[in-house]
């Protein structure tokens, strides 16, 4: 994990070296307060509990009340992204008890792990619109059919993740294919040779948990293939399509060639930060994610709070979307 935990906190040392004297500066620090790895779990376990009542819906309500419930389930694996999101952002050294915990909840029904979302994410944030941004899409905003067809790959996402694990696993074992597996699972786009990174090793390995949570989905899929169907797999598909969507949404897709404030101001986007669809597009204040690019390591609990700052101190705050 040291690699990751280095990355973590390179992410925040690039910020504060792009510009003194900016406003992500005069911020107050009573403001910038990490996220806690009990809120955390706290809050993964209501969405838990919330999915426990959906799957009794669909067990024993009628037929429309089992659409509505299976929504409520992609709505709620698609915050479990969220909530992994937040503890990716932490400087964690190495994983204790709990951050295992939370990575079986949040991550393993996404098909992915802390590792691999430290990887790609961590990534973003730092050269996000340059050319090594594995999340950057040139031209997406200009052509609607480019468009459509990146938010329907959200359709294929769990899908794409659920392979990952399996070439994950071989390059644990063999590193000729360590650097296979990080460009075309992590992202990468560093074009470099990385059979020996400790990095890439560790994501690698950290597959092991998450093809465990597989074979658990497959024994239950032998007791009943339509409930393992309709209450995870295919909610599952469309919390990946909702994740898509909301990527595409959080950020405009012009080539940045710095981490400036302004840059970021200009680059990223707020959405749904309140209506009747928060909780399945934008769950757990994802949809600020302006003052979330400026500050990566603040918990999302308190993002709207931050953003009120930002809105009254900072006159080139864009408007939400």
């Known amino acids: ?48 509990a919330v999915i426990g009542l959906a799957w009794a819906a669909m067990a024993w309500g009628p037929a429309w009340l089992g659409v509505v419930a299976g929504v409520v389930v992609a709505g709620r694996i698609h915050a479990f992204g969220v909530i992994l999101h937040d503890a990716a952002h932490l400087p964690l050294r190495g994983k204790s008890a709990r951050v295992r915990l939370l990575e079986a909840m949040c991550g393993y029904p996404l098909a992915t792990t802390l590792d691999a979302m430290r990887y790609h994410h961590l990534r973003h944030h730092r050269d996000n619109g340059m050319p090594t941004d594995p999340y950057f899409k040139a031209g997406v905003e200009e052509r609607p059919a480019l468009y459509t067809l990146n938010v329907l790959r959200g359709l294929a996402l769990m899908p794409f993740w659920t392979v990952r694990v399996w070439f994950g ?16 699972f992590l992202q990468d786009r560093s074009g470099a040779d ?25 024994a239950a899929a032998f007791v009943s293939v339509k409930a ?48 009747p669809f928060t909780w399945l597009l934008a769950p757990h204040h994802i949809g600020y994610h302006v003052t979330h690019h400026l500050h990566p390591q603040v918990g999302f609990d308190h993002l709207p709070a931050l953003r009120e700052w930002y809105r009254a101190n ?8």
Do not use: I
């Open 1 to 48: 994990m040291a690699a990751l935990d280095h990355l973590a906190d390179d992410l925040e040392h690039a910020l504060d070296a792009a510009e003194v004297g900016s406003s992500r500066d005069r911020v107050p620090r009573a403001l910038l307060v990490k996220p806690r790895v009990e809120r955390l779990l706290s809050v993964a376990a209501g969405d838990w």
């Open 169 to 184: 696993l071989a390059a644990w074992a063999l590193p000729r294919l360590r650097t296979s597996y990080a460009r075309v």
């Open 314 to 321: 900072e006159p080139a705050y864009p408007e939400s979307v």
């Open 228 to 275: 393992v169907f309709f209450g995870f797999v295919l909610p599952a598909v469309l919390a990946g399509v909702l994740a898509a969507w909301r990527l595409l949404q959080e950020h405009r897709y012009t080539p940045n060639t710095d981490r400036r404030v302004a840059t970021t101001l200009a680059t990223t986007r707020d959405h749904h930060l309140t209506g």
């Open 194 to 218: 990385l059979s020996d990174s400790r990095e890439v090793l560790g994501c690698a390995r950290a597959e092991l948990g998450q093809a465990l949570f597989q074979a658990v989905v497959v």
